[in-house]
């Protein structure tokens, strides 16, 4: 079995920063795309920002200039590094890898969500 398992969420005031992490863990053979979603109440998981397994970086028009998405391919570790935080930026933030276990397909794997809070 594979799990994507966040930390770093929590609550920050406006203008103030977080870091997220999201490491993979069990039998792993091979680890693609990684990404950052969110999601609020009511609406779509939109991407915040994806990472390719050669270091390749996409980011969503919103979080540009202030969030930088990075990794660690040794420890299957993905982080966002969120600067200037909005209260717009409240979220739940889900970690998502494109991977193939041991023995299985390639797959979409999800983690459980970590919850970011931005308010004065």
């Known amino acids: 079995q594979v799990h994507l398992v966040e930390s770093g969420g929590g609550l920050v005031q406006p203008g103030g920063s977080l870091r997220l992490s999201c490491a993979a863990s069990g039998s792993i053979y091979m680890l693609y795309s990684m990404a950052w979603y969110r999601q609020t109440p009511g609406a779509q998981r939109e991407l915040v920002a994806s990472?390719?397994?050669?270091?390749?970086?996409n980011y969503a028009d919103s979080v540009k200039g202030r969030f930088t998405i990075s990794r660690d391919n040794p420890k299957n570790t993905m982080y966002l590094q969120m600067y200037n935080l909005k209260p717009e930026d409240t979220a739940v933030y889900y970690c998502?890898?494109?991977?193939?276990?041991?023995?299985?397909?390639?797959?979409?794997?999800w983690g459980q969500g970590t919850q970011v809070s931005v308010s004065s």
């Open positions: 998502y890898a494109d991977l193939r276990a041991t023995m299985t397909w390639r797959q979409d794997y």
């Open positions: 990472i390719t397994s050669g270091g390749n970086t």
